[in-house]
Structure formats: structure tokens, C-alpha cells
């Protein structure tokens, strides 16, 4: 075995694979820009080299640099991770012209698997069921309209060198089939130098499901079952699992089988996955091959009990599988969440800034569960805008989907986060979405589920009576503490009264609060009784409660008169005031957020590619305004209503920041 890696990544999966190198006792080398100086994995490595600037196409993937780090440090192999350079072909390349392995595929098949319009040939040609479409490149917007036509709307716009979600548009008409076309042109251009586009059918409510497969270089090859990953926005992942609610053992043989015919048409030995998205009958096309190790590897890992890095490490080394397909044992249940730093409540728009508080749930490896989490990150620490914005991935693993499930969200539930916007009550929300939980889900979900954009959640009456009781007693111990501290008299105790009214969702609730030495009974108007208990003291931001009997996780913050309170997607300003008071507060009259509508915001720090109208200009609804480019996406922001045009302020060029008023209308 190699005595020494270098791992040409960084963030989670860099630490992932330099977790492994360690338990097979090779030592490791990072590499890292100028943004990463204090990143873990640097930390977590034996050796770091600098390789350059914060971004990417300065340091992380320059191949001269990376290769310069290589011969440095005297690595024998280098893993990729994935995105960067784990699917380029000349890096590859350069790493065998110096004797270095690759832990990776063979430059071959990269080559052929790296492009969209390639592989889905090869699939055809080997046998496997691609999506319907037009496998050659078009030249312009003419011909994207005339060979949409031919396909049949909807079509999906595709770039040929595409990964990452990007560089992808679904057109349901002509025109939608033109603005398309140029902008997954752009997109690609921009993000892969490459901006060759094709076409094909447009599957609608499909499911996203894949096959992992892992090959050596002495023929054999092996697929370690499936991943559904049907929760999707922009067409990228959020959520995943292993196996897929949706597939029946015939199903799984078939695409397992074709999948590993795939990679050996190729001369695959690494592991990869075999994307493909399946309709409601079960059908299932080839989509991609991602020829690398996948961000939601983990799920696999968990139900296989593989270590797919080890195993990559292993067949780079020259090495024969040990594992037959006959051992291959799918074992209960396995779900990732995909923690980023994105704005749920805005459209999932990228968000930057400092993690001002990031405390996980502690990682759980028994029988009964597992709490598994890959990150890259830790407090303190900056998420930027120079790469991907996932913070962590989340997994847990059971016996059942059911117990996986509700392992994750009370694994959510104490996943502290602060500082940057992010979606964590989004799949707190997902992972008690009636359609999650029957596994019926599509790649539509998102959009079908959450139609207007997520908006939080509203919490059933009986999380409220919960959250209210859990409000009442720490108010309550509030209170106490604040009287105390105050030092006005030492039976402060008796002057906290026991009557309270709890607002919270629009909702009053009259409680009074009985406490003993070791918790609080609460009293509700229809005489229920709900016992609280809990360590909590004011300053927790993160309060464990029994309530009624069970564990309530709390993210607790403080404002004027009472708490702001997140729970499983809600967020919630909870007021307890006297009763007296709540007669008061019943007459205030309501703070109304400031009137936006006659503005178009910038949603997110990005810049101005066009702007599509002038002053005085009349637009419909749904008309494009503008394109703003951030993180390598181009955003076309529309207008959300009929209107005139009073005043443009911003011109392509421009770099704007959050909320900067692009145009005003009148
Ligand atoms: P997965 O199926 O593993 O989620 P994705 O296609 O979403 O795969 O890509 C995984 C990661 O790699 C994402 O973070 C994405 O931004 C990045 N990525 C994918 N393709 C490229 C590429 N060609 N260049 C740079 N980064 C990429
Ligand atoms: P990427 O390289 O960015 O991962 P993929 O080709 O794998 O691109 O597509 C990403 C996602 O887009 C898929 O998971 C699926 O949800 C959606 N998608 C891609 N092609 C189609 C299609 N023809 N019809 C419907 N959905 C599609
Ligand atoms: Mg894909």
C-alpha cells in the first residue's frame, strides 16, 4: 500500500479521505489556499502545502500547482476528492507521466464518462436506456428551437461538459427554449470552459436514483445497491438515502447489472456512480457517469458497511476486490442531509459569512444507530464565497427508514448553527413532510411541496402546547435568575408569579406553572397538565426538555419579553407575559415590515451580467429583468407582477451586495 497521499481538495471530503488514509496508517498531505490557512483539513493533515490564492482556478485546481505540490512532498498517489480536478483527465495524465497513482478511473474512461454527449452514446451502444433526445451539439438558439421541437417539449437544455446542477435549463416553449440556450451556454462557458450544449427529453416527476459501483483494473466489478436522490433544488441534491423507498429487488438487479456493464464498456476500475432517473413505472434511463467518489457516498457506506475510499485507495494500488457481488448485503437504512450555507427562505440563494457558532450533534456509532457527520468546517471559521457552500453532511442510519428518520431529526434538532444564513430548518421540514415520510417523493418535490418558496413552517397545536410549556418554565427560571440578580430580596422565589400567558404562532395559552425541586408542572385553561424538566439556564441557546414524558430539543434565543424559538422548521417569536400585560399587548398595534414590493432587490452578492429593460418600460409577469451572476450560477431575476419601470439603478458590471435595489418600479 502507498505510504503516502495527497489529497487535492479540501473541506469535508478532504478531511473524509485523510480519515481513512489515517486508519490505514498512510500518511497525508493537504494542500490549501490562501482562504484555508486555518481549515481542518490542513489541521487534520501530517503535512499541508500552499498552493495559491483563495480562488479555485488560481490554486485548487491548477494543475502545474497541485503537480508542483505533488513532487514536494513525495506523495505516491493523489485522491481527487470530488468537483476540482477529480474528474479531469489531463490531471490524470500528468500524475501517470510521473509515476504518481491516481485514485481515480483510468484516464480513458474520464475521458469518455466526462462528457455528456460521449457517454450517453456509449450507454446506448453497450445497451442501457437512455433519455430520448438529440445527442449531437447545437450551434445556436435557431437550431436549440427547431431540435426542441423535434424532441417535444419540455425539453431539458444540457451542457455537454456539465456537472454540479449547472449549466442546465428545462424549456417548455420556444422562447423559453432561445433564453435557455444562451444562458447554459454562458453558464457553461464559465464554469467548465466548454460550451458544446445538447438536448433531450425533459422526464417529468421522475425519480433520481444511482448506482454505486466500485471496479478493479483486473476486470472485476461489483455495484454496492442504490441511492435515491430525488430531493433536489436547482437540479442538485439536498437529501438522500440509501436504499431507495422506490425499488423492488428485480429493479435493482437490473440496474446494478447495467450499470457495472456500463463502467466495464469503459474499462472502469475505481468507484463511480451510474446516475439514472426512473419514472413512475419504473423505468430507468442512463443520465450520467460520475467518475469519482459522490458527495453522498456516506449513505452507501452505511448500509454496506464498505469503505469506499479505502476501496479506491486499494484498486489505485493495483490491487484485486475482495468483496463479490454475493457479498454485497444492503443492511437497514441510511439518510443524508446536506447542511449548506444557503438561504432556505430566499430561493436557497448562496449565503457567506462567519460560523459564529457551529456545535454538531455528537457522532453515534452503536447497533441500534448510527449519527454520522462529514464536515470541513468549525466555529470560528468563514464560509466564503470562493467555493462550494455545504457546511456538513448529516447522516443516521437504523434498522427502518421510519427509525433512520427520526434519528435525523433529533440529530437536526441539536445541530447548532449561527452566523450565516442556512437550510437547516428546511430539512427539518422536509424530514416531517408527509410525502418524505411515505418515500413518494420526486425531483418535483421541492417545487410541488414548496411552491411559493419556504416560507417556515406552522407548527401543529400540539408542538405548540409543547413549545408553550417549555416557554413557560423557562421564563419562569428567568425570571428567578433576573430578580436574583437584581438581589432585591432572598425568597425571590415567591415574588415569580405562576400565571402566564404564552403567545406564540398567533395563539394565546393561559398557563399556570406549579415548579418543585425538580421541574414544573404546567397547567393549561382545559386543565391538561404537561410536566417540563430541563437543565436549561438563560444564555442556552440550545435547550434539552422532557416534556410530557418525551425529549424536546430547543434553539432558544432571547428578544424583549420572551424567546425566539426554532423548532423542526418553525420559527418562532413566543412571548409570556402576565396576563395584565398580554390585555396590553393585545392592543399594540402590529410592526408591519417595511413595503418592498416597488423595488427588485438583489437577493444574494453577486454581479450584474444585463440588465433586459429601461426607465419607463412596461413588463409582465414572469418578464426577465435582469441576470445576476453569483457563485458561477447565472440567476434571471423576473418580475413578479405587471409593471412600469421607474428607475434602473444598477448596469452590467456591477457588484452588488444583498437587498442593493436593482430597479424601482413606480
Ligand atoms: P454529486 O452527485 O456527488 O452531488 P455533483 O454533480 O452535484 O455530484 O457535484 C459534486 C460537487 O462537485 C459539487 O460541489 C459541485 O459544485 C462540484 N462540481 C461538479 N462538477 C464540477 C466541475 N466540473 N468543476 C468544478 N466543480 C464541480
Ligand atoms: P449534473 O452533472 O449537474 O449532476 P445531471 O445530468 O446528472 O447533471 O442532472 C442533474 C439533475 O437534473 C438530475 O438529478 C435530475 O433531477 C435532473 N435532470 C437531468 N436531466 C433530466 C431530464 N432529462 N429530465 C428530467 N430531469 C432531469
Ligand atoms: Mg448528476
Known amino acids: 500500500m502507498f505510504t503516502k497521499i495527497l489529497i487535492a481538495n479540501r473541506g469535508e471530503i478532504a478531511c473524509r479521505v485523510i480519515k481513512t488514509a489515517q486508519k490505514m496508517g498512510i500518511k497525508t498531505v493537504a494542500i490549501y489556499s490562501d482562504a484555508d490557512r486555518e481549515a481542518l483539513h490542513v489541521k487534520m493533515a501530517d503535512e499541508a502545502i500552499h498552493i495559491g490564492p483563495p480562488p479555485a482556478n488560481q490554486s485548487y485546481i491548477v494543475i502545474d500547482k497541485v503537480m508542483d505540490a505533488v513532487r514536494q512532498s513525495g506523495a505516491q498517489a493523489v485522491h481527487p476528492g470530488y468537483g476540482f480536478l477529480s474528474e479531469n483527465a489531463r490531471f490524470a495524465q500528468a500524475l501517470a507521466a510521473e509515476g504518481v497513482a491516481f485514485v481515480g478511473p483510468p484516464v480513458g474512461a474520464i475521458e469518455k464518462m466526462g462528457d455528456k454527449i460521449t457517454s450517453k452514446k456509449i450507454a446506448q451502444d453497450a445497451g442501457v436506456s437512455t433519455v430520448p433526445g438529440y445527442m449531437g451539439e447545437i450551434e445556436d438558439a435557431e437550431e436549440a428551437v427547431k431540435i426542441s ?5 419540455p425539453v431539458m437544455i444540457k451542457a455537454s461538459a456539465g456537472g454540479g446542477g449547472k449549466g442546465m435549463r428545462v424549456a417548455w416553449n420556444d ?17 467548465f470552459g466548454d460550451d458544446r450544449i445538447f438536448i433531450e427529453k425533459f422526464i417529468t416527476q421522475p425519480r433520481h436514483i444511482e448506482i454505486q459501483v466500485l471496479c478493479d483494473s483486473h476486470g472485476n466489478g461489483i455495484y454496492l445497491g442504490e441511492r435515491e436522490c430525488s430531493i433536489q433544488r436547482r437540479n442538485q441534491k439536498v437529501v438522500e438515502e440509501a436504499p431507495s423507498p422506490f425499488l423492488d429487488e428485480d429493479t435493482r438487479r437490473a440496474m446494478g447489472e447495467q450499470a457495472v456493464m456500463l463502467a466495464q464498456a469503459v474499462d472502469y476500475a475505481s ?71 444557503e438561504d432556505p427562505y430566499r430561493g436557497f ?55 433512520a428518520i427520526e434519528h435525523m431529526r433529533h440529530a437536526l434538532d441539536g445541530f447548532e448553527m449561527e452566523g450565516i444564513g442556512h437550510n437547516l430548518p428546511f ?90 425541586r425538580d421541574g414544573s408542572n404546567v397547567t393549561f385553561e382545559d386543565g391538561t397538565v404537561m410536566r417540563v424538566a430541563s437543565d436549561w439556564t438563560p444564555g442556552d441557546q440550545l435547550a434539552v426538555l422532557m416534556v410530557g414524558g418525551e425529549m424536546l ?28 400585560q398580554a390585555e396590553l399587548a393585545a392592543l399594540m398595534p402590529e410592526k ?46 423576473r418580475a413578479e407582477k405587471k409593471g412600469v419601470v421607474a428607475k434602473v439603478n444598477a448596469s452590467a458590471g456591477d457588484s452588488l451586495a444583498v437587498d442593493d435595489v436593482i430597479l424601482e418600479f413606480e
Not at 284 to 301: A, C, G, I, K
Not at 471 to 487: L, P, Q
Open 175 to 191: 422562447d423559453e427554449a432561445r433564453e435557455g440556450f444562451q444562458s447554459s451556454k454562458n453558464e457553461a462557458a464559465s464554469s
Open 592 to 637: 408591519l415590515p417595511p413595503d418592498t414590493s416597488k423595488f427588485l432587490l438583489c437577493p444574494m452578492p453577486g454581479l450584474i451580467v444585463k440588465v433586459d429593460v429601461e426607465a419607463g418600460d412596461e413588463v409582465q409577469e414572469g418578464q426577465a429583468l435582469c441576470t445576476v451572476e453569483a457563485m458561477k450560477m447565472e440567476n434571471i431575476l
Open 427 to 516: 430539512l427539518s421540514a422536509v424530514m416531517d413532510h408527509p410525502v418524505f415520510i411515505s418515500g413518494e417523493m420526486t425531483t418535483a418535490f421541492i417545487e410541488e411541496q414548496f411552491p411559493n418558496g419556504f416560507e417556515g413552517v406552522e407548527l401543529p397545536d400540539a408542538a405548540l402546547r409543547r413549545i408553550a410549556a417549555s416557554a413557560a418554565a423557562m421564563h419562569r427560571v428567568a425570571e428567578i435568575r433576573r430578580t436574583r440578580v437584581s438581589g432585591r430580596m432572598d425568597n425571590h422565589e415567591r415574588r415569580v408569579g405562576t400565571e402566564w400567558v404564552v403567545s406564540l404562532q398567533g395563539q394565546g395559552m393561559a398557563v399556570t406553572i406549579d415548579a418543585d
Open 149 to 153: 421541437n423535434e424532441v417535444g417539449y
Open 349 to 403: 440563494l448562496p449565503s457567506i459569512g462567519r460560523l459564529t457558532r457551529y456545535r454538531p450533534p455528537v457522532e453515534i456509532a452503536e447497533e441500534t444507530h448510527v449519527v454520522r457527520n462529514d464536515t470541513g468546517v468549525f466555529e470560528g471559521g468563514e464560509i466564503s464565497m470562493y467555493y462550494d457552500p455545504m457546511i456538513a453532511k448529516l447522516c443516521t442510519w437504523a434498522p427502518t427508514r421510519a427509525q
Open 271 to 341: 468507484a463511480g456512480t451510474v446516475e439514472f432517473i426512473v419514472d413512475g413505472e419504473r423505468n430507468f434511463y442512463f443520465l450520467e457517469m460520475n467518475t469519482r467518489l459522490q458527495v453522498e457516498h456516506p449513505v452507501t457506506e452505511l448500509i454496506t458497511g464498505v469503505d469506499l475510499v479505502e476501496q479506491m485507495l486499494r484498486v489505485a494500488n493495483g490491487e484485486k476486490l475482495s468483496i463479490r457481488q454475493e457479498d454485497v448485503k444492503l443492511n437497514g437504512w441510511a439518510i443524508e442531509n446536506r447542511l449548506y450555507a
Open 553 to 580: 430539543m430547543l434553539k432558544v434565543g432571547k428578544i424583549s419579553g420572551g424567546f425566539r424559538i426554532r423548532s423542526r422548521g418553525a420559527d418562532l417569536k413566543v412571548h409570556v407575559r402576565t396576563s395584565r
